[in-house]
């Protein structure tokens, strides 16, 4: 009976290390596969919102003008025909107090 016992304790044992300390179907294992599920969730989320962004960038792009024409302005520098460009710099107070 000794024996009996003894051999169903180190069954016992035996089948809780696979559930402890083993690298595939542990739970330390199943603990780091859901943080990285979380991680590639909260990934996918930030993907999307940008997707949502781009996705009405180019609906701006196609149905107006305006939205290049303010592109090409800010971006590239553009001007009407007939526009005059004015560019306002600022007054540099350190250039002043050297020359004094």
Do not use: C, P
């Not at 290390?17 to 943080?35: D, I, N, P, T, V």
């Not at 003008?65 to 306002?88: C, F, H, K, N, S």
């Not at 710099?89 to 002043?96: C, F, G, I, L, T």
């Amino acid at each position: 009976m000794k024996w009996l016992a003894l051999g169903l304790t180190v069954l016992l044992v035996a089948s809780q290390y696979r559930l402890w300390f083993a690298e595939e179907g542990s739970l330390a294992e199943l603990h780091r596969l859901q943080q990285e599920i979380e991680r590639q969730e909260q990934r996918n989320a930030e993907l999307e919102a940008r997707n949502l962004r781009l996705e009405q960038e180019v609906i701006e792009l196609q149905q107006g003008l305006e939205t290049v024409e303010e592109r090409a302005r800010r971006d590239l520098g553009m001007i009407r025909d007939g526009e005059t460009y004015y560019q306002l710099v600022e007054k540099d107070d350190r250039a002043e107090d050297d020359g004094s």
